[in-house]
């Protein structure tokens, strides 16, 4: 079974940067297309950026500009970047697969925003 493990959370002040990572086991990571979701409280889980295979990525146009996701195929994983963090960017970010049935979801890593 995928394992999915990610880390890298934490509280910063309104401004400030944070880099989260996932590490993804038991599959051959390089051929999988990466995204990371999140979900705030009482909120659907939304994805907010994603790189294929081939390392070309994309952005929810609420985080475009001040997130930056990459991923390193021989470390089984992916990052992302998170500058200029708003209030609003609080949540749990998890990572997963964006195309076929998720994998079954990590623990997340939480990410407080507030001053």
């Known amino acids: 079974q995928v394992q999915l493990v990610e880390s890298g959370g934490g509280l910063v002040q309104p401004g400030g940067s944070l880099r989260l990572s996932c590490v993804v086991s038991?599959?051959?990571?390089?051929?999988?297309?990466m995204g990371w979701y999140r979900q705030a409280p009482g909120k659907q889980r939304e994805l907010v950026a994603s790189?294929?295979?081939?390392?070309?990525?994309n952005y929810a146009d609420s985080v475009k500009g001040r997130f930056t996701i990459s991923r390193d195929n021989a470390k089984n994983t992916v990052y992302l970047q998170i500058n200029s963090l708003k209030t609003e960017d609080t949540a749990v970010y998890y990572c997963?697969?964006?195309?076929?049935?998720?994998?079954?979801w990590g623990q997340g890593t939480q990410v407080t925003v507030s001053s």
């Open positions: 997963n697969r964006i195309r076929g049935t998720p994998w079954t």
């Open positions: 038991r599959v051959t990571f390089s051929i999988y297309s």
């Open positions: 790189i294929i295979s081939g390392g070309s990525t």
